[in-house]
């Protein structure tokens, strides 16, 4: 695989390199590890703690900015590691979250000789044997991989039936890169797994190989294409949702070929209008959408931005203008298992009738608290948070003060960060898909109004609910019918086997065993009693000598029994 490029924010490949990558991320974390932990455990020790409560929104500012320059400059992992740390709100502060939310995933491009030679080197063919051409401009140039428009020769076209293609190809030597990340990243996560503040809420190891697994599923291209058919045989019967073709012949781990389907960005409100599509009609319908893939399908686009959804005007058979949801980069996917979907259902039931009762609840139901955890701040924060914003649309919002939304938020994260509980890989992708949901419906349509959506689809998710405990309850009913219309039938056969004889009624292993613990249980009453009267005469000896030392000696006759009685005579 040829070498990238040098550069800021080319990856490195050379052997130094690697080493240096490596080094350059394990002291920039064992600085930050040093700071904090002379900071929050040696000064408090030493009766400053003022100093460390005083300097903490300052040094995890600084820490954050540290790593938003780190991770922008070596590219890789680091960017997507930026944007994990953003979303993991149940475990970092907001002075750290806040800082890493603006890390983009926007590089600077490999030059096209490099993507040249990785893609013949993995087609197995010249590109103009396959391409009748190819933009060495690429459209997207991200820190894993980059895009180039190409249109298919005259004949992969006619055996595809599709002309204009998008490539993907990844960056090379991106292998390497990831392989050092990981390597540093479980470094410094068995690092912190050593930390009591940290390994009392966060199993650090385990945090690591979810994100290494998520990291290894998004740049391997053929599972990127098997997700987008998947996506697209969930959504096969709804003529308002797309997806591209996958040119299978022309798709590998490290490139991958898919029809072109460039249309108007979904947030490009202008174009929108010009098309004669009201942004209004889009806003519910991408909402609608998200949910059918969260809350009935169970599979759902984990980034769905505003890069990755296109809306593709359409023209029906009488003339009528209407339009289509085409999704794209399917390489960050979540899944919901179905145990798990139920419990996001009583999370969505919850939160569309503003109980925050029974919205801890279906968060403790769905195994994300754990049993032990004292919820009730956490009813009283969301029973005020329903009670304050409950009901509000975007604009609404907008026109609350912002500095009653910063004090709320303060108050509501130190709240969740003082419970304990860990939100799963599959919640983060959850709060993430959702998150960016809301911020595309508001681009959309200012006055928005999230509820508007959540009550009808929460409604129809209660019918539904209520059809399928009517079928339990039918297909209960019937079994039960079964089980007692052969009763009479098995109690005859029973009544005739004790008549006969034929019917077993002891069993000497069973016996054996029952034995065994009723020796084993007196042994404890004997232990048991052996050690009050030895305690009762060591306590009565100072005032009574006789007495104590007599309840000292029978204490020997439960203690023989005790050691002696269990013996095993069978």
């Known amino acids: 695989m040829p070498a990238a ?23 920039f974390a064992s600085w930050y590890l040093a700071v904090t932990w002379f900071f929050e455990l040696v000064l408090p020790r030493i009766g400053l703690t003022v100093v460390t409560t005083r300097t903490r929104t300052r040094r995890m500012r600084r820490f954050a900015r540290g790593f938003h320059v780190l991770a922008a400059d070596l590219g890789g992992l680091m960017i997507k590691v930026g944007q994990y740390m953003s979303s993991r709100l149940d475990v970092l502060p907001p002075e750290i979250t806040r800082e890493l939310e603006g890390l983009q995933d926007e590089v600077a491009p490999v030059p096209f000789a490099q993507i040249r030679a990785l893609a013949e080197a993995e087609l197995g063919v010249h590109l103009e044997a396959v391409f009748a051409s190819i933009d060495e401009t690429p459209v997207a140039a991200a820190s894993l991989g980059q895009a180039h428009r190409a249109r298919l020769a005259p004949a992969a076209a006619a055996d595809s039936g599709i002309d204009a293609v998008v490539v993907k190809v990844q960056r090379p030597g991106i292998d390497e890169i990831i392989d050092v990340d990981l390597a540093a990243l479980r470094k410094v996560g068995g690092w912190l797994s050593r930390v009591r503040l940290v390994y009392d809420r966060v199993d650090m190891p385990a945090l690591v190989e979810e994100f290494a697994a998520t990291s290894l599923e998004e740049i391997d291209y053929v599972h990127e294409a098997v997700n987008s058919e998947r996506f697209a045989a969930d959504f096969a019967d709804n003529e308002r949702v797309r997806t591209p073709a996958i040119v299978w012949e022309r798709t590998t781990r490290r490139v991958l070929t898919l029809e072109d389907v460039s249309a108007i960005k979904i947030t490009d409100v202008e174009a929108l209008a010009l098309a004669g599509i009201d942004p209004a009609e889009v806003a519910p319908v991408f909402t609608e959408v998200m949910f059918d893939q969260l809350f009935t ?18 023209v029906d058979a009488s003339g009528g203008r209407s339009f289509a949801l085409t999704f794209i980069d399917f390489g960050m996917m979540g899944e919901v298992p179905a145990t798990t979907r139920s419990g ?28 032990s955890a004292d919820t009730n ?40 960060r003082s419970l304990p509980f ?12 959702m998150s960016l949901t809301s911020g595309v419906a508001s681009a959309l349509y200012p006055a928005f109004n999230l509820w508007d959506s959540v009550e009808p689809y929460a409604s129809q998710l209660l019918r539904d609910e209520r059809g399928n405990i009517a079928q339990d309850v039918a297909k209960q009913a019937v079994e039960t019918v079964g089980i007692v219309a052969r009763l009479p039938q098995r109690l005859d056969a029973l009544l005739t086997r004790v008549d006969d004889g034929s019917l077993a009624t002891t069993s000497p292993g069973v016996e054996r065993r029952i034995a065994k613990l009723e020796r084993a249980s007196r042994r404890v009453i004997s232990a048991l009693v052996f050690g009050a009267l030895l305690i009762a005469g060591v306590l009565m000896r100072p005032d ?10 029978a204490s020997g006759i439960p203690l ?11």
């Open 422 to 433: 860990q939100l799963p890989e599959n919640f983060l992708l959850v709060i993430r898909a």
């Open 5 to 27: 490029r040098r550069g800021r924010t080319e990856p490195a490949t050379g052997a130094g390199d690697t080493r240096a990558r490596y080094r350059r991320i394990l002291r």
């Open 377 to 416: 701040e956490l009813e009283r924060a969301m029973t005020a948070l329903f009670a304050r914003f409950g009901g509000m649309g975007f604009a609404e919002l907008r026109e609350v003060d912002e500095r009653e939304f910063r004090q709320f938020a303060v108050q509501f994260g130190d709240v969740v």
């Open 297 to 314: 399908h169970g599979f759902f686009h984990a980034d769905p931005h505003p890069g990755n959804i296109f809306v593709t005007p359409v």
């Open 344 to 371: 996001l259902r009583s999370l969505l039931l919850a939160a569309a009738s503003r109980d925050g009762r029974a919205l801890v609840a279906a968060i403790r139901n769905v195994g994300v608290l754990l049993p």
């Open 544 to 553: 009574d000598v006789v007495f104590g030392t007599v309840l000292m000696g």
């Open 560 to 570: 023989l029994h005790a050691l002696l009685a269990g013996r095993d005579r069978s």
